[in-house]
T-cell receptor
């Protein structure tokens, strides 16, 4: 099946620094990717929709200047958490839409644990 | 925001028992998807449903796309310890409009 890879799997950074998380679709082209945040034992919270070649669409309440999203190619989207604070610590997951499959199936990355100290 | 009501929120069952969970909505959807998430990992697609009334199996898992297009259920037969995890439903209305259920946490007691 389709594979979506995230990197890094986990990262620890100091408060005030920025950290970048990559999301790659390995065997299909993804014009649209999605970024989520998940707190322990809770559902996925959609942060933004990443569109290849254009600006991301952010959900209400998500700071676009803090969570920078770039979708530079059909297989790569990046999420940069700028000036990270401890409250940004979370599990971040991306997904990519495979337009070639019936129903535009979504496949998820493995997730990235961010800890801000 | 989420528009899918998933139930139950959590389940504790004995190994070997069957499991049933469902997602409902007041809106009509074109695709229903079921995912399983193991702790610390991303959700993995289990079953995808594309047509109202469609019944699809994947091993011990069976899911159906409700005839009204407003609901879907997932059944797991003869549960085993590795079935433990959080199960999410997701539904698509248009190309980019995907919504997620709140998840069902499944615990299987050996």
């Amino acid at each position: 099946g389709a594979v979506v890879s995230q990197h890094p799997s986990w990262v620890i950074c100091k408060s005030g620094t920025s950290v970048k998380i990559e999301c790659r679709s390995l065997d299909f082209q993804a014009t649209t990717m999605f970024w989520y945040r998940q707190f322990p034992k809770q559902s996925l919270m959609l942060m933004a929709t990443s569109n290849e070649g254009s600006k991301a669409t952010y959900e209400q309440g998500v700071e676009k200047d803090k969570f920078l999203i770039n979708h530079a190619s059909l297989t790569l989207s990046t999420l940069t958490v700028t000036s990270a604070h401890p409250e940004d610590s979370s599990f971040y997951i991306c997904s990519a839409r495979d337009v070639e499959t019936r129903g535009n199936t979504i496949y998820f990355g493995e997730g990235s644990w961010l800890t801000v100290v | 925001g989420q528009q899918l009501n998933q139930s139950p929120q959590s389940m504790f069952i004995q190994e070997g028992e069957d499991v049933s969970m469902n997602c409902t909505s007041s809106s009509i959807f074109n695709t229903w998807l079921w995912y399983k998430q193991d702790p610390g990992e991303g959700p993995v697609l289990l079953i995808a449903l594309y047509k109202a009334g469609e019944l699809t199996s994947n091993g011990r898992l069976t899911a159906q796309f409700g005839i009204t297009r407003k609901d879907s259920f997932l059944n797991i037969s003869a549960s085993i310890p590795s079935d433990v995890g959080i199960y999410f439903c997701a539904a698509r209305r248009t190309s980019n409009q995907f919504y997620f259920g709140t998840g069902t946490s499944l615990t299987v007691i050996p």
